[in-house]
T-cell receptor
Framework: DTGVSQNPRHKITKRGQNVTFRCDPI?????LYWYRQTLGQGPEFLTY????????KSRLLSDRFSAERPKGSFSTLEIQRTEQGDSAMYLC???????????FGPGTRLLVL | AQSVTQLGSHVSVSEGALVLLRCNYS??????LFWYVQYPNQGLQLLLK??????LVKGINGFEAEFKKSETSFHLTKPSAHMSDAAEYFC???????????FGSGTKLNVKP
C-alpha cells in the first residue's frame, strides 16, 4: 500500500522562474488536496479536486498559481514568476469519498532566492 | 467560520511525564476534529480523529483526545512521554464534507531524557 508521493522533495529556484510540482495520490483516492505550509505555521488550504474537477480554490491561490489533475490521477501545481514569499512547503493530500481522513504526502519544499 | 487555536507553540516534558497539548476550536457547525503529527522534513501523519462518535478518542502511539463541546476543546494527551514523541503536533477542524481542513499553528513537543 503506497502512500501519497510528491516530487521533487526540494526545489531551489531564482525569483521570476516558473516551477512545477507533482503529486501522486493513493491510487483509489478520488479527492486530492494542495496545502501550503510556511515556517512556524500549520498547513493552509489552497485547492482541491474531485476526480479531474477543481472544485474549490483559496484566495491564497493567486493568478500565478495553477493546479491541474487532467486524468483524475496525479496532479501538478505550477507557480509562475516565483516570488520570495512563495518559499514554503507545499503539501499534497488525498482521500477516498468514503473516508474522513486526508492522507498527506512528504511535501515539496520550495526556496525562492 | 472554522478556526483552531493551539496554546503553546513549544511544550517541553521529561521522558515518562504526562503530555498535554491544547487545542480549542471555533466552528459554526458541528465540528470534526483531527490531530496530526509531523516529524522534521516529513508530511503529516494522522494520530486520531473525532467524527461525532465517542467523545474520548484513542489514537496511535498511546495518544488520546477528548472532545468537550462545552469548552470547545480537543486536547491531546499521553500518559507517559517517549523520546520518539518529539515532533510537531497539529490540530485541525473540518466541515462535514472533509474537503477543507483548518489547521492550528502547531505545537512543538520536546522530550527531555
Amino acid at each position: 500500500d503506497t502512500g501519497v508521493s510528491q516530487n521533487p522533495r526540494h526545489k531551489i529556484t531564482k525569483r521570476g522562474q516558473n516551477v512545477t510540482f507533482r503529486c501522486d495520490p493513493i491510487s483509489e483516492h478520488n479527492r486530492l488536496y494542495w496545502y501550503r505550509q510556511t515556517l512556524g505555521q500549520g498547513p493552509e488550504f489552497l485547492t482541491y479536486f474531485q476526480n479531474e474537477a477543481q472544485l474549490e480554490k483559496s484566495r491564497l491561490l493567486s493568478d500565478r498559481f495553477s493546479a491541474e489533475r487532467p486524468k483524475g490521477s496525479f496532479s501538478t501545481l505550477e507557480i509562475q514568476r516565483t516570488e520570495q514569499g512563495d518559499s514554503a512547503m507545499y503539501l499534497c493530500a488525498s482521500r477516498s469519498g468514503q473516508q474522513e481522513t486526508q492522507y498527506f504526502g512528504p511535501g515539496t519544499r520550495l526556496l525562492v532566492l | 467560520a472554522q478556526s483552531v487555536t493551539q496554546l503553546g507553540s513549544h511544550v517541553s516534558v521529561s521522558e515518562g511525564a504526562l503530555v498535554l497539548l491544547r487545542c480549542n476550536y471555533s466552528s459554526s457547525v458541528p465540528p470534526y476534529l483531527f490531530w496530526y503529527v509531523q516529524y522534521p522534513n516529513q508530511g503529516l501523519q494522522l494520530l486520531l480523529k473525532y467524527t461525532s462518535a465517542a467523545t474520548l478518542v484513542k489514537g496511535i502511539n498511546g495518544f488520546e483526545a477528548e472532545f468537550k463541546k462545552s469548552e470547545t476543546s480537543f486536547h491531546l494527551t499521553k500518559p507517559s512521554a517517549h523520546m520518539s514523541d518529539a515532533a510537531e503536533y497539529f490540530c485541525a477542524v473540518s466541515l462535514y464534507n472533509f474537503n477543507k481542513f483548518y489547521f492550528g499553528s502547531g505545537t512543538k513537543l520536546n522530550v527531555k531524557p
